[in-house]
């Protein structure tokens, strides 16, 4: 029998809110079974009625998402519309009226989260935010409250699904990167504008928020440097894969002593790696702690009823009151927090790999290793095949670790010979746990 009743208001019913409708719907008495709490939609509110979802004759469906904010039957808002410019004002409206805001906003949370939860905290209310990241993988439950007693040392994921799905699908079916984008799309996981998920800026976004979590600092989305997989070359995942390897967009955050070292890139990592075998639509999250050591999350990073599962969650915490006790209690989210110091990019270190056109003439590779001898930086394997045609011929490097800086002088010197006919191509080989498990 349910003792309480919180009273809803949906903002966006597309792929995501439709989601929550259906579990609102569905699982009803199951929730009530569990918590004692009878969730109850108020409101669904979306921009137009063009916008109304198919099922719209049997919710309470408006276009007026302020009075659906102001009813005072409304507990919690649930904000599912996305971006920084409608949200933020709705979103901000809703704390100042003290009530309780989810959201599945990245970029709201990674731009203005600062600002957001200071209003909240003002206001003596919330904001939830576990399908921010990750998805249904409830990885911010797991970093606020399941691993307070470690020190993490460092965070990383695929944490896009779409950039999965697309590289999965090109190294295992072939497939070109156009047509991966277009089903990812057909699926519901890409942004609405998927550059958002191919330049990277999805996982900053998410980094930023899982990051400033994890380290507990304040983490500007301009501290994460950014490279997508919208450049990648297939002839790269081919020979990264000759060299047992496969390439995943990673989002890594780390500690380097004092410092924080916070990147997305692409980044070849060993076929027999955990993360290796994470394809399609799904992510997951390495983290590791000082206490724990390695932990693994996995599960489905994107789509309508992950992303729904995680909301209604957050719904759940709300009811309950655990989400506002935590808010309020544990000082480690990022309107309290320090700012982050970070490493300069240039002295971060990694191996890499590397895929030159030369010249199919003596004396190139020793041009090219001499250049790389002189910035100290150390061989680990080199491979050139046969040439099927007549003036060039990629040559693949690995290296051992070397810092960017480094890399980046040598990468200049080697793009200025003129046996070296195209940019040169530098991915990062990322070799977890040993890089990253400290003792
Ligand atoms: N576009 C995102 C992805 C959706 O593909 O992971 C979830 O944030």
Redesign the pocket.
């Not at 944490?159 to 950039?163: A, D, I, L, R, S």
């Given at each position: 029998m349910a003792s309480k009743t919180i009273g809803i208001a949906l903002l966006g019913c597309g792929t995501v809110g439709g989601g929550v409708v259906n579990i609102l719907a569905q699982q009803r008495s199951l929730l009530r079974q569990r918590t004692g709490i009878d969730f109850v939609l108020r409101h669904v509110a979306v921009r137009s009625r063009e916008d109304y979802p198919p099922q719209a004759d049997k919710l309470p469906m408006t276009t007026d998402a302020n009075a659906a904010i102001d009813d005072p039957a409304t507990d919690v808002v649930i904000e599912l519309i996305g971006g920084t410019g409608a949200a933020a004002a709705l979103v901000r409206r809703a704390l100042e009226a003290g009530k309780a805001v989810v959201t599945a906003n990245?970029a709201l949370l990674a731009v203005r989260g600062r600002e957001l939860l200071a209003l909240a905290r003002k206001n003596n209310t919330v904001i939830a935010f576990e399908a921010s990241a990750g998805?249904g993988i409830p990885i911010i439950e797991a970093l606020k409250q399941g691993l307070v007693a470690n020190r993490i040392d460092a965070l990383l994921g695929i944490?896009?699904?779409?950039?999965n799905f697309i590289l999965s699908q090109m190294t295992q079916n072939g497939w070109s990167y156009a047509q991966a984008l277009a089903e990812?799309q057909k699926l519901g996981?890409?942004?609405a504008n998927p550059a958002?998920?191919v330049e990277g800026k999805?996982s900053a976004q998410?980094l930023v928020i899982l990051g400033s979590i994890a380290f507990n600092a304040q983490i500007d989305e301009k501290d994460v440097h950014c490279e997508g997989i919208d450049k990648l070359d297939a002839q790269d995942i081919n020979f990264a894969s000759e060299l047992g390897y496969v390439i995943k967009l990673l989002a890594i955050g780390e500690r380097v002593g004092d410092h924080l070292a916070l990147r997305v890139h692409p980044a070849l990592i060993h076929h027999k790696e955990l993360l290796a075998q994470v394809n399609g639509?799904f992510?997951a999250i390495s983290v590791y702690g000082h206490a724990l050591g390695h932990a693994l999350w996995y599960g489905r990073?994107?789509g309508r009823m992950p992303?729904a599962s995680a909301v209604v969650s957050d719904l759940v915490g709300l009811g309950l009151g655990t989400t506002q006790l935590a808010f309020q209690q544990l000082n480690i989210l990022w309107d309290q927090t320090p700012p982050a110091q970070m490493l300069a990019f240039d002295k971060l270190c990694s191996r890499y790999y590397l895929r030159l056109q030369a010249m199919d003439q003596p004396g190139v590779l020793a041009q090219v290793t001499t250049i790389l001898g002189e910035a100290g930086i150390s061989l680990s394997a080199i491979r050139q095949h046969e040439a099927h045609t007549p003036d060039s011929v990629p040559v693949v490097i690995t290296t051992h670790r070397a810092s960017e800086g480094a890399m980046r002088h040598a990468l200049q010197r080697i793009g200025q010979l003129s046996t070296i006919t195209a940019q040169p191509v530098c991915l990062r080989i990322i070799d977890q746990p040993k890089e990253f498990a400290n003792g």
């Open positions: 990245k998805g944490v896009n699904g779409t950039c990812a996981f890409a942004e958002m998920d999805d998410k639509s992510n990073g994107a992303t």
